[in-house]
């Protein structure tokens, strides 16, 4: 990637990447539970029923359509996680109940909290899942390799991609949006395959009924 278009664009993921293993099989679980449901939904959308995703007209009203319903999913898919039984070695738990016991036992802990901070990484790095030798890199992050030569003698990257989210503009107005509302009226609470197609495409025809009515 560096040879074909150039360092320093942030082309690609730098380091190690073993320490996440967790999260990727975590993902597939994700993928597995309901996120493969939603993206071959949205596929049918747009090949067939006129979704743009380039339009931001139609990334608002998929927000404004479905985020209630893909929260749901992913709200459900937290609780299974949280109460399912974990098979360990000093007993089978749930996550739920290893969370409260470790901060009970710990204290709070959070995304703020740095690993260099925390004792129990150091005396117990390979339960963490990631190899790692305090006295070969005693501070961990991007801080800590930034600057560093990777074994084809590329530079980690200054400046790493980032993804903007900037809030949706809605293209109607708050009474155009009852009337979409009344309009979908027995759409909203269906979540068979069926029914959120119908709601999009009931959608569409009156959200263009409105924009022609202007």
């Not at 150039?6 to 099989?25: A, C, D, F, L, M």
């Not at 009337?179 to 959200?207: F, V």
Request: with cysteine; net charge negative; aromatic share 10%.
């Amino acid at each position: 990637m560096v040879a074909h278009r150039g360092p320093n664009r942030g082309s690609y993921i730098w380091g190690r990447s073993i320490h996440n293993t967790r999260i990727e099989r975590l993902w597939v679980d994700v993928t597995n539970a309901f996120g493969r449901k939603w993206s071959e939904f949205f596929y049918t959308l747009e090949t067939n029923h006129g979704m743009n995703p380039l339009n931001e007209d139609h990334i608002w009203l998929l927000h404004w359509l479905f985020l209630e319903d893909m929260n749901r999913d992913a709200v459900n898919f937290q609780n299974e996680w949280n109460f399912h039984t974990l098979a360990l070695r000093e007993g089978n738990q749930r996550p739920v109940v290893l969370f409260l016991v470790g901060c009970l036992q710990l204290g709070a802990r959070g995304i703020t909290l740095r690993m260099e901070d925390d004792e129990d990484y150091f005396r117990d790095p390979n339960g963490f899942g990631l190899p790692f030798n305090p006295d070969d890199n005693p501070i961990s992050g991007f801080d800590a390799i930034r600057g560093t030569q990777s074994l084809n003698g590329d530079a980690v990257p200054q400046r790493l991609n980032t993804i903007d989210s900037p809030p949706l503009r809605c293209p109607i107005t708050p009474r155009e949006q009852r009337i979409l509302a009344r309009g979908l009226e027995g759409y909203l609470t269906a979540s068979d395959w069926i029914m959120l197609t119908e709601r999009w495409r009931r959608a569409c025809e009156i959200c263009a009924s409105l924009l022609r009515q202007r």
